[in-house]
């Protein structure tokens, strides 16, 4: 079993439309991270959150930490075909920096 | 263009055999990560090294093994392959050790095992 779950597995949409992904554990995390990784490339990384009930905001998408610091959610707004990917969050429990990722939602944005 | 360079990029071995993959992390970073992903169980956390030691493991088979060396350069082995072990590799680096901390990763390698 994974330590991070992510939901939905495969999403796909119109180009337009808003979306939220969620990275979920039973876990509580001193960091989380989201990354989007595109085909034959590596991840890169989106956003960290380390506060519980964080928000933070990158153009169109919006981060949130959950309260508990177990849970993220990732809301795109208005969405277009560049947003096309896989979005995966990470997390940390210790002090190291050994991220565990979740398996991913993977995007698609149809113009 | 992350800074990690990984080779090689692509690489068919047959069962039983055994490869090496090497990285090399963007210049200054002293953390090595290796990353396991495939299809069905995403990507999996192998093994960590800090300036030349080794500082987290994660699900890494005893088949498997790893080292940093002086020049910070890591390499993965991987030893008496099977089928299951066809999967994309990536090594990643970072700053430090602690978190949070941005892990840049390469392109990886793609291991196909037949």
């Known amino acids: 079993t994974q330590l991070l779950e992510q939901s939905p597995q495969f999403l796909s949409i119109q180009e337009g439309e808003n979306l939220t992904v969620y990275c979920n554990s039973s876990s509580v995390f001193s960091s989380l991270q989201w990354y989007r990784q595109e085909p034959g490339e590596g991840p890169v990384l989106l956003v960290t959150v380390v506060t519980g009930g964080e928000v933070k905001k990158l153009k169109r998408l919006t981060f949130q930490f959950g309260d508990a610091r177990k849970d993220s959610s990732l809301h795109i707004t208005a969405a277009q075909p560049g947003d096309t990917g896989l979005y995966l969050c990470?997390?940390?429990?210790?002090?190291?920096?050994?991220?565990?990722f979740g398996a991913g939602t993977r995007l698609t944005v149809k113009p | 263009d992350s800074g990690v360079t990984q080779t090689p990029k692509h690489l068919i071995t047959a069962t039983g055999q055994r490869v090496t993959l090497r990285c090399s992390p963007r210049?200054?970073?002293?953390?090595v990560y290796w990353y396991q992903q495939s299809l069905d169980q995403g990507l999996q956390f192998l093994i960590q090294?800090?300036?030349?030691?080794?500082?987290a493991k994660g699900n890494i088979l005893e088949r498997f093994s790893a080292q940093q060396f002086p020049d910070l350069h890591s390499e993965l082995n991987l030893s008496s392959l099977e089928l299951g072990d066809s999967a994309l590799y990536f090594c990643a680096s970072s700053v430090g050790s602690t978190n949070p901390g941005e892990l840049f990763f390469g392109e990886g390698s793609r291991l196909t095992v037949l």
């Open positions: 090294y800090y300036n030349g030691e080794e500082r």
């Open positions: 210049s200054g970073d002293l953390s």
């Open positions: 990470a997390g940390a429990r210790g002090n190291n920096n050994d991220m565990r």
